[in-house]
């Protein structure tokens, strides 16, 4: 068996990997600490991935009517955490919670959104477009959100976490681009289970350190820890609900309902790769505890989505 059958069978397992590799992470702390250094370069490599395969000629096709997904998009990263962080500073939490919930709000959708979207009957094509604005756009809606509307202190000023998302995104455009043009449409096609396991591969490798700590912390302050996940369920859920309810007395349910989907699943992962380690200790816990709900949470709401699209209008 060849390195290329290897990563094609990898790819085939990413379900069964991913939650493997946050095992890892769980029982090998030393080896998620000494990831650490793997996240940013992580992070562009995945991204790069995904542009890579990304079908163009169909964002092309949906660039044709780009106003809903503009709009929408605006509201993921600014209208939502906006709301949100109103929402959870009213109860009282931890304050490293509500930074946590708060930054997770303003962070991007998460490119594996356009594929679970559309196991889950809903609309692949606007969560593509939604996932691609929300990543471009971030580097200049997150910072002036955190460091100036919210006041969270973040340890790194407006420009330098700008320049850092930019970073991210600039490289992994620039290389997704240049692996079109090497490879070619015929070769990346025929390729795509091959990448699929270089994906799952590198997603281990990140998603390894994303554990980095969570032991010591569990052993330290295990109610904390418990209420971090409960928090990041709560925060998935409710960034869902509120771009979906904004969102419906203007687009048909199935739009409505991908739009609350993709506001739910952020890249929360890219917010380790660009604060400073000295950032709110709290802020790394939430990240880590985030990964559950992103793995658990779409198995859930598929029978509830199958339900509320089996009664929509015209469905």
Not at 209 to 238: E, N, Q, T, W, Y
Request: aromatic share 8%; hydrophobic share 60%.
């Amino acid at each position: 068996m060849n390195l290329v059958n290897v990563l094609q069978l990898i790819g085939g397992r990413a379900t069964t990997l991913l939650p493997f590799s946050l095992l890892l992470g769980i029982v090998f702390q030393n080896a998620a600490s000494a990831f650490r250094p793997l996240v940013e370069p992580g992070a562009i490599v995945l991204l790069t991935l995904a542009l890579a395969r990304t079908d163009w000629a169909r964002v092309g096709t949906l660039l044709r009517r780009p106003i809903p997904a503009l709009v929408l998009s605006v509201a993921h990263l600014i209208l939502v955490p906006l709301i949100v962080w109103q929402v959870w500073r009213t109860l009282g939490l931890w304050p490293g919670l509500v930074a946590a919930l708060s930054l997770s709000a303003m962070a991007p959708g998460i490119i594996s959104a356009t594929t679970t979207a559309g196991f889950l009957r809903l609309d692949a094509s606007l969560a593509l477009l939604l996932t691609l604005f929300t990543n471009l756009f971030v580097p200049f809606t997150l910072p002036p959100l955190a460091l100036h509307l919210l006041g969270l202190d973040l340890k790194i000023s407006a420009v330098d976490l700008s320049l850092r998302l930019a970073f991210i995104v600039g490289v992994s455009f620039a290389g997704a681009m240049a692996i079109r043009l090497w490879l070619g449409a015929e070769r990346l096609r025929h390729s795509s289970q091959t990448l699929d396991g270089l994906s799952v591969l590198v997603l281990m490798a990140f998603t390894i350190p994303l554990m980095d700590g969570i032991v010591a912390r569990a052993h330290a302050d295990p109610l904390k820890l418990f209420g971090f996940i409960g928090g990041s369920f709560a925060g998935m859920l409710a960034c869902n609900a509120v771009l979906a309810l904004a969102a419906l007395p203007f687009l048909d349910r199935r739009m409505a309902l991908t739009a609350g989907y993709c506001s739910q699943g952020r890249h929360n992962a890219l917010l380790m790769a660009v604060l400073p380690v000295t950032a709110d200790p709290d802020i790394f816990l939430f990240i880590s505890a985030v990964q559950i709900p992103l793995y658990v949470l779409p198995a859930l709401l598929q029978p509830i989505y199958r339900r509320l699209l089996r009664v929509a209008p015209g469905d």
